[in-house]
């Protein structure tokens, strides 16, 4: 919630599962201005800087390697001119902010990253040690990883031509998202016992992959929020053929 104070505003709420916000100097938030309204309505963008009193940024436990973070505003003052746009007027900026999040490319070459890794935990398998069972499902991960970028780079494209598809960034990022979860839930199982113990290269990527993987479907938008967007725009599609 974002208070009038005086040509500014105090912003206070919480903000969790925010990644690398210990590198950030500046972070944009989106806060209610206007209470009452729909709930995409009355909603404005602010630069918070992130050494202000009042912010207060907790690590959040976790396997992963890269940690989440739990962001807290107390009453946390901004100017004036830190309002991005207009007031109320932060939700339309804020989907096409985070269409620039969605591209997929970051969890596509995660996917492709752990991918490979499996393919060299298989390699390096004792000879006689079988993996021509795993042939076609790499050959259908590998597929699913054309389709991918396929997926990604149009958005990227789009973006560079100053286009945003807020539509086509929510299908890049939950294919993408979901791929490199599967990914690495599949090749969690590649390593043999000798590779684990020896800590490889291969085995200490797809260990990492594995404890990363839960929370691709999380940050930049859930996955059912993705869906969301997607099916939104089949029915206004449907809705304007009838």
Request: hydrophobic share 45%; proline share 4%; with cysteine.
């Amino acid at each position: 919630m974002a208070e009038p104070d005086g040509d500014g505003y105090r912003i206070t709420g919480t903000k969790v599962f925010s990644l690398k916000t210990r590198f950030v100097d500046l972070g944009l938030c989106a806060a209610r201005t206007t209470p009452g309204t729909g709930k995409y309505q009355g909603i404005s963008l602010f630069l918070v800087d992130m050494n202000a009193p009042g912010v207060t940024v907790h690590v959040i436990p976790s396997v992963n390697d890269e940690q989440f973070h739990h962001v807290e505003l107390d009453a946390v003052a901004v100017s004036g001119d830190d309002l991005i746009g207009a007031r109320d007027q932060g939700w339309p900026l804020l989907n096409q902010a985070l269409a620039i999040e969605r591209t997929g490319l970051d969890y596509h070459l995660k996917a492709e990253h752990w991918l490979d890794a499996a393919l060299e935990a298989l390699v390096d398998r004792a000879p006689g040690d079988p993996h021509e069972a795993h042939l076609e499902r790499i050959g259908r991960w590998d597929g699913a990883l054309l389709a991918d970028h396929a997926l990604a780079w149009e958005v990227i494209t789009g973006i560079a031509d100053d286009r945003v598809d807020e539509v086509a960034a929510a299908v890049a990022k939950y294919h993408s998202s979901e791929l490199a979860q599967s990914v690495a839930a599949w090749a969690a199982d590649i390593p043999s016992p000798r590779q684990r113990a020896d800590r490889t290269r291969a085995a200490a990527i797809l260990d990492s992959a594995l404890r990363e993987a839960p929370g691709l479907t999380l940050s930049a938008g859930t996955s059912e929020v993705m869906l969301q967007i997607i099916a939104a725009a089949f029915d206004s599609i449907g809705q304007e053929k009838r």
